[in-house]
């Protein structure tokens, strides 16, 4: 009786299996739901407006101190991935978590039960892939597929609309030090989409701290400051030994960058389009 039944049995095993969603994060583990959330938690902003822009912000039920998205002002605050307030987390009984790849905030929920899903996008093409896998984990497979197709003509437009235009040459400062974004990183990639020249070599790497002199080597065209929100200004900027006479600061192409454009160009994710538009408009007014 037991052999007859083996068949049978093994056939309702492999179609369970079969059914289950399967997507593997940043760290190589495999993540897999058996059927889509009903109950989300978000780690990080750009998580959260990510579900939000596959139609899926009614899942989420907890969300880390820094998503600032409107609308979502009344669902309780977690902490961060460095200082997460894991008993909340677990009383909130999610079906899913979505957390950062560096924290390693994934390992204390693991053991506490909660499916976790560990990992940001770093690059464009790692964006397209992500957005497609959390589709896949939400059950919003159609919506992801709309947001991607928009995402992507975005894209061609904005190369459409740039075609043969001059690159003007950028310094992205992160803070004052300054720290820079050099080729490698999200930003590098956004400037090339928007039509602009990074004066920071591969050389340097994605994320280098620069001489100041390097810069007014470099004698950029535009100088990005993402360091506008914590006081930085473009006053402060020609202040600086040597900067006086940069391109950028004697054309006035210094830009302070909002906490919300700050905000646009750092968070890979549904907001690609957006960042890309931005730059577009900074590097290359004379097309509006």
Do not use: K
């Amino acid at each position: 009786m037991i052999s007859r039944l083996y068949p049978f049995v093994a056939a309702l095993l492999l179609q369970a299996a079969l059914a289950q969603t399967v997507v593997v994060d940043d760290l190589g583990r495999e993540v897999a739901l058996a059927a889509p959330p009903a109950r989300v938690v978000s780690m990080l902003p750009s998580h959260t407006e990510s579900v939000c822009a596959l139609q899926a912000c009614d899942l989420l039920v907890g969300l880390d101190r820094h998503s600032d998205l409107a609308g979502l002002g009344d669902l309780p605050r977690l902490g961060d991935a460095f200082a997460p307030d894991l008993e909340a987390i677990v009383a909130l009984e999610p079906d899913l978590v979505l957390v950062d790849e560096y924290s390693g905030l994934h390992a204390p929920l693991e053991e506490l039960g909660v499916t976790v899903y560990a990992g940001s996008p770093q690059t464009v093409d790692e964006t397209y892939a992500y957005l497609a896998d959390l589709g896949r984990l939400l059950g919003r497979e159609t919506e992801a597929a709309v947001l991607l197709g928009r995402l992507r003509g975005e894209l061609v437009a904005f190369a459409a609309l740039l075609e043969g235009a001059e690159r003007p040459t950028v310094f992205v400062e992160l803070d004052a030090t300054p720290y820079s974004a050099g080729p490698g990183s999200y930003l590098d990639e956004l400037l090339a989409l928007a039509g602009g020249a990074n004066v920071v070599p591969a050389s340097l790497g994605p994320f280098p701290q620069v001489d100041p002199e390097f810069v007014v080597l470099a004698d950029p065209d535009v100088v990005l400051l993402l360091d506008a929100p914590f006081g930085v200004t473009a006053q402060d900027v020609a202040r600086r030994p040597g900067w006086e006479g940069l391109r950028a600061v004697t054309s006035g192409r210094v830009v302070e960058l909002s906490d919300d454009e700050v905000d646009a160009l750092s968070r890979p994710g549904p907001r690609l389009g957006e960042a890309v538009r931005l730059l577009v408009r900074l590097l290359h007014p004379e097309l509006f």
